[in-house]
């Protein structure tokens, strides 16, 4: 086997594994490890017998429940025999003496992928058909039955953002780095103001233009990758946490705040919270800015997760210190819309 400084070992054991588990394996194959990720490295493996996605759990000690690629072994599968477009999966491995840590196989989707939600490039009307696109997908996601998906056991329905807050408030704190004040306040007012429940379905947890990859040529969505945090529960929870791009700038977490985004051809947040309403058939979303709090709450705390692997040398990405850093300014931000609320 040979590596790109791909962090894999070159060892025979993946070979013989990639032999036994992907139909029509034909090997050796050559690692490249794909740029951006922060949490589980994935690498592409291009071989004879033509080319795959390899995603692992990260080598080290990280936190308990998180890098859970076997829960995103299981909703890919599910998601695949319902026609939702992600990548189809392969084959699992959760032996860890195969290159150290469990991982799994999937297909290459070939395609574009896109960090600046500004699309730089893009023709207006280009812009406005994958916003809607993007748009149409979440919706979609968010329609369909987690029982009809054979994922009614995919996550504890009740009680989705006291558990929520209280997970990422833990994980927060078991990566502490320095007091962050607006974090304190903020964690206080999402413990005091939770909204009532609403009908449980799949969420992604991290739907971002960055986690889709968009057809070759045309402006419309062919898959969603990454659904690590995926679970069961509350919807507007997740498409709030996909539209904080629109609260965050550019500078900060490549947001929409402060873009004219009609110049663009992006629709403004109003206009895309239609959009979602008439492709789900729900009523306006209540309590939106709480969700908006806990949506950027939630980034800080990731944040504040990345800046712990940093310093303990457990982090995927090169830039992960820069990431690390925007932790407090995004609990500034969550801070200030919860703020408002209680003003």
């Known amino acids: 086997m040979q590596s790109s400084s791909a962090g894999l070992p070159a060892q025979d054991p993946l070979e013989a ?12 194959a050559t690692i490249t490890k794909f740029e951006g990720g922060q949490s589980n490295p994935t ?17 080290g000690a990280v936190l308990a429940s998180a890098h859970a690629i076997d829960r995103e072994y299981k909703v890919m599968a599910a998601l695949a025999g319902a026609d939702f477009p992600v990548p189809q999966v392969i084959a699992y491995c959760e032996n860890t003496e195969v290159i150290g840590s469990a991982f799994y196989v999937m297909e290459l989707v070939r395609g574009r992928i896109f960090w600046d939600p ?10 406005t058909d994958l916003f809607r ?15 009809e998906l054979g994922l009614g056991d995919y996550g504890r329905p009740e009680n989705f953002l006291r558990r929520q807050v209280a997970r990422w408030s ?12 607006a974090m304190e306040n903020l964690i206080a007012f999402l413990n005091d103001n939770f909204p009532p429940e609403e009908q449980s379905r799949v969420v992604h947890g991290d739907f971002r233009l960055d986690n889709i990859i968009v057809h070759p040529s045309e402006p419309r969505v062919v898959a969603v990758l990454d659904w690590e945090l995926s679970t069961l529960g509350s919807p507007a929870a997740d498409f709030a946490y996909h539209m904080t791009a629109w609260r965050l700038s550019p500078a900060l977490l490549r947001g929409l705040e402060g873009e004219d985004l009609q110049a663009l051809g992006i629709p403004n947040e109003p206009a895309y919270r239609r959009l979602y ?17 806990f949506a950027v ?3 800080a705390a990731i944040c504040q997760g ?24 995004l609990a500034e931000i969550g801070w200030n819309i919860a703020r408002r609320l209680t003003a």
């Open 17 to 28: 594994w990639l032999a036994a588990n992907v139909p029509g394996y034909k090997g050796p």
């Open 43 to 59: 690498f592409r493996l291009d071989a004879a017998s033509g080319s795959v996605v390899l995603r692992r759990r990260p080598q």
């Open 118 to 127: 500004r699309l730089p490039g893009f023709l207006q009307q280009e812009r």
């Open 297 to 299: 709450f939630r980034i």
């Open 306 to 329: 990345i800046a712990k692997r940093a310093l303990d040398g457990t982090a995927s990405s090169p830039d992960a210190v820069v990431m690390g850093a925007k932790a407090r300014p």
């Open 277 to 293: 309403r008439r492709a789900t058939g729900r009523a306006d979303i209540e309590h939106w800015e709480y969700y908006l709090a």
């Open 170 to 181: 833990k994980q927060y704190r078991a990566s502490e780095t320095e007091h962050i004040a």
């Open 133 to 147: 696109s993007v748009n149409e997908t979440i919706a979609r996601l968010h329609t369909l039955d987690p029982e």
